[in-house]
């Protein structure tokens, strides 16, 4: 099976890429009380690589500046030989420019710039990444030692599925696709929520995706977004996995975000761009204004070239505790229905063609099985371009 993720999170109300590339690895259940704790402190070894500065987080995290050429990209056999691209040769041109006298003052979003906590008490100098530390007791929280960092593996959906009957105890979408086409990159704005998540090894994600390949067999696929509780998962977080090389010092992969969204007052948003450079056989990964990192085509299979589809919304795993549906919270935890300041929304939805350009994308439909827990709606207007609202609460009268 080709199928392997490197997620990129901002943990809590977190930021998220996830990448299936190479074959995933599951790990059996491991019994805490039988699993020497050396075991755990070997895998802490190996994650926490050795730092040139420190920095604690307000939030208790710590966060080690390593030397670029130490991060955990290069652990992949596929790069040990690798000469690291601090830079993109080129951006994606025709970026959307919001007209705002088109846009009533209630709808708009405040677009805000890379701010973390741990920022608040010091910076990682120049040739080092900040990579959070991973402590003891997330791994003894994972299903198993090898799955610690993994995000669960699901199938990603195909529009024609909605007439299929839909496993509880699994995935759950509303969401929008494109496909049909060659893709080579897409960029969004979303704003950030934080969603209540019923149990740990539960998560409430909202991303885009950008698809090549099919389950189960031969699945790439790149993530970005942000997400809410997953540390117990299955494809990798953050740099959990070899394969996403960072070059950015300024964004800690995993680390809290600062600015939310609150139901009925500010809506805080960022910008997302992913997009394939020819010239450097690289997928690009910018957040805001800054540029994080890539992952180098060499790496995949089907995305050595280019996508196939590319999709836009939320993601929830929904374990059907006691036989009932989750209250885990899509986006917001409100149906796209009540619109702007309470519904979560994704905006400037564009793909970039085979020219590298940015523009409108062409057939979209909606992907929402469960209609009645998590729901999407889309629009498209001259200030917000195409856009989405989408989520829901999970359980409710309608969704027992």
């Known amino acids: 099976m080709i199928t392997h993720s490197v997620v990129v999170v901002v943990r809590r109300w977190l930021l998220v890429l996830i990448v299936v590339l190479l074959p995933l690895c599951y790990g059996g259940i491991v019994s805490i009380s039988g699993q020497k704790l050396d075991d755990v402190d070997k895998q802490l070894k190996h994650l926490n690589k050795p730092a040139l500065k420190?920095?604690?987080?307000?939030?208790?995290?710590?966060?080690?500046?390593?030397?670029?050429?130490?991060?955990?990209?290069?652990?992949?056999?596929?790069?040990?030989?690798?000469t690291i691209q601090m830079r993109p040769s080129y951006h994606p041109e025709g970026l959307f420019e919001e007209n705002k006298e088109s846009i009533p003052k209630s709808n708009e979003g405040i677009s805000k710039s890379i701010t973390q906590l741990w920022h608040l008490n010091g910076r990682c100098p120049e040739g080092t990444i900040p990579i959070r530390r991973t402590k003891r007791?997330?791994?003894?929280?994972?299903?198993?030692?090898?799955?610690?960092?993994?995000?669960?593996?699901?199938?990603?959906?195909?529009?024609?599925?909605?007439?299929?009957?839909?496993?509880?105890?699994?995935?759950?979408?509303?969401?929008?696709?494109?496909?049909g086409d060659?893709?080579?990159?897409?960029?969004?704005?979303?704003?950030?929520?934080?969603?209540?998540?019923?149990?740990?090894?539960?998560?409430?994600?909202?991303q885009l995706w950008i698809v090549a390949g099919s389950y189960p067999s031969n699945l790439n696929t790149i993530e970005a977004g942000w997400q809410r509780d997953a540390y117990n998962t299955t494809g990798c977080y953050n740099l959990f996995?070899?394969?996403?090389?960072?070059?950015?010092?300024?964004?800690?992969?995993?680390?809290?975000?600062?600015?939310?969204?609150?139901?009925?007052?500010?809506?805080?948003?960022?910008?997302?761009?992913?997009?394939?450079?020819?010239?450097?056989?690289?997928?690009w990964l910018q957040f805001g204004n800054e540029v994080v990192g890539y992952w180098p085509t060499s790496l995949f299979s089907y995305l050595a070239d280019s996508a196939s589809k590319i999709e836009w919304g939320g993601e929830v795993l929904n374990y059907a505790s006691g036989g009932q549906h989750t209250t885990t919270q899509m986006g917001s935890g409100h149906f796209p229905k009540e619109g702007f300041g309470k519904a979560s929304y994704i905006k400037n939805i564009q793909?970039?063609?085979?020219?590298?350009?940015?523009?409108?994308?062409?057939?979209?439909?909606?992907?929402?099985?469960?209609?009645?827990?998590?729901?999407?709606?889309?629009?498209?207007?001259?200030?917000?371009?195409?856009?989405?609202?989408?989520?829901?609460?999970?359980?409710?009268?309608?969704?027992p």
């Open 54 to 82: 420190s920095i604690k987080s307000p939030d208790g995290d710590i966060i080690d500046c390593v030397h670029i050429s130490h991060q955990p990209a290069f652990d992949h056999p596929l790069l040990k030989n690798h």
């Open 137 to 179: 007791k997330e791994i003894l929280r994972a299903r198993s030692i090898k799955s610690f960092g993994k995000k669960q593996h699901g199938i990603i959906p195909e529009p024609t599925m909605s007439t299929q009957p839909i496993n509880l105890s699994a995935h759950e979408y509303a969401m929008v696709v494109v496909q």
């Open 182 to 206: 060659k893709y080579y990159g897409t960029k969004a704005t979303m704003n950030v929520w934080k969603p209540i998540v019923q149990q740990s090894n539960e998560f409430s994600l909202s």
């Open 241 to 283: 996995c070899s394969g996403f090389i960072q070059t950015s010092n300024k964004m800690a992969l995993g680390g809290t975000i600062s600015s939310i969204s609150a139901y009925g007052s500010s809506q805080y948003e960022y910008n997302f761009l992913v997009w394939k450079d020819t010239t450097r056989s690289a997928w």
């Open 351 to 399: 793909i970039v063609d085979g020219s590298n350009n940015l523009i409108a994308p062409i057939g979209v439909s909606t992907f929402a099985p469960q209609s009645n827990c998590y729901n999407v709606r889309m629009g498209n207007n001259n200030g917000w371009g195409h856009y989405i609202y989408y989520g829901g609460p999970g359980r409710n009268p309608n969704c």
